[in-house]
């Protein structure tokens, strides 16, 4: 069954979104719940696929039990985008706070005004989450080897290796900080996952890389190259590639890494691909869900490949 997309030209526009690169707007349903509207960017006519990207995500995320936030395909003007629901309920569950704010005030020389600094890695993370005052968000899985938020977010890199997520940045991230005295931070559901996929490449490209017919213009050199918003440690930083990340999260959790790495062996490629499969051929031309559904399986076979 196709994914259904939520009409929300009556819903009440409560403010603007700031935050990131693209026009979003804040909208309240009738019940009182609160969803975030992003509009679908244009280029040269045609819609950029950030918001089919999202949305498989968010589906992908679901099957591996991966704490996220609730996305749905929305129509708002005419203009088609999606909706994200307010994982803070409106700050009842706490106030979001972004990584970038956190790694700054845990070490005031950290470059909380960059948008990709060489000193977001892995290591810095991990070990801000390892911190016992930030708990795991109350959706994650209640298991021996997934005790901390820093457990639960090596699930979020395993996530974002499968649907090649290259935007991990340190405001793609964060905890809800709730003033309830003696009341834990949480780590937040992971979100904004719009940079997966391939959603930047033009059909003709994919088609290109799906044909195999370069050997250096594949749908596996792509998943090979994309690179990740987190830094390797030491004197010559380099940028780490979306696997690289959560290999660098396996070193530190292991733990953690093979429960996550046994919830992905026990979802069948076929599952993976349905979550493709389902959006709208309205909304994904056939290039589109080819190549999506190739890039699942490239990287749900290179990170079993780990086990």
């Given at each position: 069954m196709?994914?259904?997309?939520?009409?929300?030209?009556?819903?009440?526009?409560?403010?603007?979104?700031?935050?990131g690169?693209?026009?979003k707007?804040?909208?309240?349903?009738?019940?009182?719940e609160r969803?975030?509207f992003?509009?679908?960017?244009?280029?040269?006519g045609?819609?950029?696929?950030?918001?089919?990207?999202e949305?498989?995500?968010a589906?992908?995320?679901?099957v591996?039990?991966v704490?996220h936030?609730?996305?749905e395909?929305?129509?708002?003007?005419?203009?088609?985008?999606?909706?994200s629901?307010?994982f803070?309920?409106?700050?009842?569950?706490?106030?979001?706070?972004l990584?970038?704010e956190?790694l700054?005030?845990?070490?005031?020389?950290?470059?909380?005004?960059?948008q990709?600094?060489?000193?977001h890695?892995?290591?810095?993370?991990m070990?801000y989450l390892?911190?016992?005052r930030?708990?795991?968000?109350?959706e994650a899985?209640?298991t021996?080897?997934?005790?901390?938020?820093?457990?639960?977010?090596?699930g979020?890199?395993?996530?974002?290796?499968?649907v090649?997520?290259?935007?991990?940045?340190?405001e793609?991230?964060g905890?809800?900080?709730?003033?309830?005295?003696?009341?834990?931070?949480?780590?937040?559901?992971?979100?904004?996952?719009?940079?997966?996929?391939?959603r930047?490449?033009s059909d003709?490209?994919?088609?290109?890389?799906l044909?195999?017919?370069?050997?250096n213009?594949?749908?596996?050199?792509?998943?090979?190259?994309?690179?990740?918003?987190?830094?390797s440690?030491?004197?010559?930083?380099r940028?780490?590639?979306?696997r690289?990340a959560?290999?660098?999260a396996?070193?530190?959790?292991p733990?953690a890494?093979?429960?996550w790495?046994?919830?992905?062996?026990?979802?069948s490629?076929e599952?993976?691909?349905?979550c493709?499969q389902?959006?709208?051929?309205?909304?994904?031309?056939?290039?589109?869900?080819?190549?999506?559904?190739k890039?699942?399986?490239?990287?749900?076979r290179?990170?079993?490949?780990?086990?």
């Amino acid at each position: 069954m196709e994914y259904s997309v939520c009409n929300v030209d009556d819903w009440i526009a409560i403010e603007e979104e700031s935050l990131g690169s693209k026009r979003k707007v804040w909208l309240e349903q009738s019940e009182g719940e609160r969803w975030l509207f992003k509009y679908s960017r244009m280029n040269s006519g045609s819609l950029v696929g950030e918001h089919w990207a999202e949305k498989i995500a968010a589906e992908v995320a679901a099957v591996l039990a991966v704490p996220h936030a609730q996305v749905e395909f929305a129509s708002r003007d005419g203009l088609l985008g999606v909706i994200s629901k307010d994982f803070t309920a409106s700050r009842d569950r706490g106030a979001l706070v972004l990584g970038n704010e956190l790694l700054f005030r845990s070490d005031p020389g950290y470059a909380r005004d960059e948008q990709k600094p060489s000193t977001h890695t892995v290591k810095r993370v991990m070990a801000y989450l390892r911190n016992p005052r930030v708990a795991k968000p109350g959706e994650a899985p209640e298991t021996v080897s997934v005790r901390t938020a820093a457990d639960v977010f090596v699930g979020y890199l395993m996530l974002d290796a499968i649907v090649g997520n290259t935007d991990r940045h340190h405001e793609n991230w964060g905890i809800l900080r709730t003033p309830r005295l003696g009341t834990p931070a949480t780590l937040a559901p992971s979100f904004d996952h719009a940079s997966s996929l391939g959603r930047e490449l033009s059909d003709d490209v994919r088609i290109a890389r799906l044909s195999g017919k370069v050997s250096n213009r594949t749908v596996e050199r792509y998943c090979v190259k994309g690179r990740s918003s987190f830094y390797s440690e030491g004197e010559s930083p380099r940028q780490l590639s979306v696997r690289e990340a959560f290999v660098k999260a396996r070193e530190i959790r292991p733990g953690a890494a093979a429960y996550w790495l046994s919830q992905l062996r026990r979802v069948s490629e076929e599952r993976l691909m349905e979550c493709v499969q389902r959006v709208s051929g309205a909304i994904m031309s056939s290039p589109m869900k080819e190549f999506a559904c190739k890039l699942l399986e490239v990287n749900r076979r290179c990170l079993l490949e780990m086990t």
